[in-house]
């Protein structure tokens, strides 16, 4: 079937409107980002920095322990993606094998968690984490993130399980594997690429996150990357603005790189989550 | 061949056997992620739940009480909690509703065969990758009064001078929807093209073949298929849109005036600022039953529509 050219040329102005609102936003913050004070306080703004510096990323790093904060944000990103497969993982094949009452309930719990109001959660969460005296702490916001990254790494990782096919596993015990072995070297393998998209997504899921860093993190010495990025917030000259954008610009670079890498398998894995057996 | 026996010794040819976690296994294998989810997931929202019968605040030395529903009286006399409740319900609707037919019709693009799908598939979702800190930060530099691109852009095609758009009264909530909007977009976009290659291809084909225009093409095939994905991406963005605090936190911090303070921002001062715990979490309460009473409405509302169809 051929659609008429008319037709056509709509859709591809369709598409570069969409494009130009979801990029051209972006774009004024990198242009922003390699501004001079000078560029930044003239009356026509250019879309092309006229005389591109660097000077903000150095300014950004003076004013604000951006390292430092980015290294506590590596931290608890790293250390939520790797504790979230290596407990979900074990859980996600349970829930995807077996039928049980134990499977409904994980499955009911991954959806009523998203629709869980955070507010009804941050306080008694602050005041457990008080008595584990975890406040103010790394390990305490890596234990949140875990736990808020599960829903979903659940939801995709039960999806990858689903799609290695239970002969697979029958024919290893045939041949005398025993089930430890037949996970191990069998299912394993066929859903490293499955882990490996699930700890990046909560990776991303963690490196972004701002509402608990902000409540349990009070020290400055530990906040993370978000947390200090809204220190720039505030004092907005129109010289402070480059800074600003330049930090903004470097803190978003990570989760891009990730997400290119895995935008297919994040696509794949939720529909692979969403096909019921 | 030697018989095949699982660990209890039983023959192991059954279909499934092989892989069937023993009872204890199975614990074994959950046991790991089930204890933090109880203690730092259903444990609190239960906490909550209690908390909001008492009058628990922080750093008090003097034992918490119960005071039963009086958190609840004075709820309901807080004209302040109800203003911005009502602007969340706002907030809520006019993001997820462009949200979704903007996603509806990108999806149905990308989903078409266009010369720059790929790339447009990788951009598209630049937005659900940043932080959101960073999004709210970027759209700060978009709406600046002076050096923003925004007021730039007006003053040449000569639309008048600009305006200082999130400290405005009256446009403070219109430009926090527009990135609320612009944030969303992507998720929602993926989640429907993932439904739309679901749709069957041939009972399009054929429907074109007998004639029927694309709109026509869209009600009859397209949409029967898709709707139970657009049902639920549109229930979940309401409820995350409802949920939602760091972007309206970094570009307005509910100012000017509070006529964008969301009840998230509302509930966060309440409890972090004032430290009163137990009047925060019985305002969690509330909006969690009102949202939960709405979506139910919204979904059997919209179910029964499809039996009516």
Redesign the interface.
Known sequence: ?RTRTG?RLG??A???A??A??????L??VS?AFKPPRE??S???T?IPRDPTLANFRQAFDEQPLVHAALNSLLAALGAAVIAV???T??A??VA??R?A?SRA?TG?VVV?????????????F??LKSLRLIDSLAGLI??Y??WA?PFA?WMLAGYVRAVP?EL??A???D?A??LR?LVSVTAPLLAPGIAATALFAF?TA?????FA??LLKTPEKQT???V??H??GA?G?AD?GP??AA??L??LP??V???LV?RR??SG??AG?VKS | MSVVTDERGRPAGRPGRAVRATGHGAWFLVLPALIPILVLSVGPLLYGILLAFTDAQSGRTAPTRWIGGLNFRDLLQDTLFWESFRIGLVWAVAVTVPQFLLALGLALLLDQDLRLRRPARVLAIVPWAMPEVVVGLMWRLVYHPDAGVLNETLRDLGLGEGRDWLGGLGTALPAVVVVGVWAGLPQTTVALLAGLQNTPRELHEAAAVDGAGAWRRFRTVTWPALRPVALAITALNLIWNFNSFALVYVLTNGGPGGRTRLPMLFAYEEAFRYGQFGYAAAMGCVLVAVVSVLLAVFLAGRLRGGDDA
Do not use: C, D, K
Request: aromatic share 16%; proline share 7%; glycine share 2%.
């Open positions: 079937m037709a859709q591809y369709a598409l570069l969409y494009l609102f979801l990029a051209l936003p972006f004024w913050l922003t930044l306080a009356p026509h703004p879309w290596l407990i979900g074990p859980m094949y349970v094998r077996r049980t134990l994980a719990w968690s998203q629709a869980f109001p955070f507010v009804l959660v941050i306080i008694p969460l005041l457990v234990l949140v875990v736990v599960l659940l239970v596993e029958e290893a015990a045939v005398g025993g089930r037949t991303v490196w972004n996150e701002f509402f902000l409540v990357l978000p947390v990025l809204t720039f917030i907005e129109v603005l600003l954008a903004a610009f803190a978003t989760s891009l990730v997400f290119a935008q994040i696509t939720m529909l969403a």
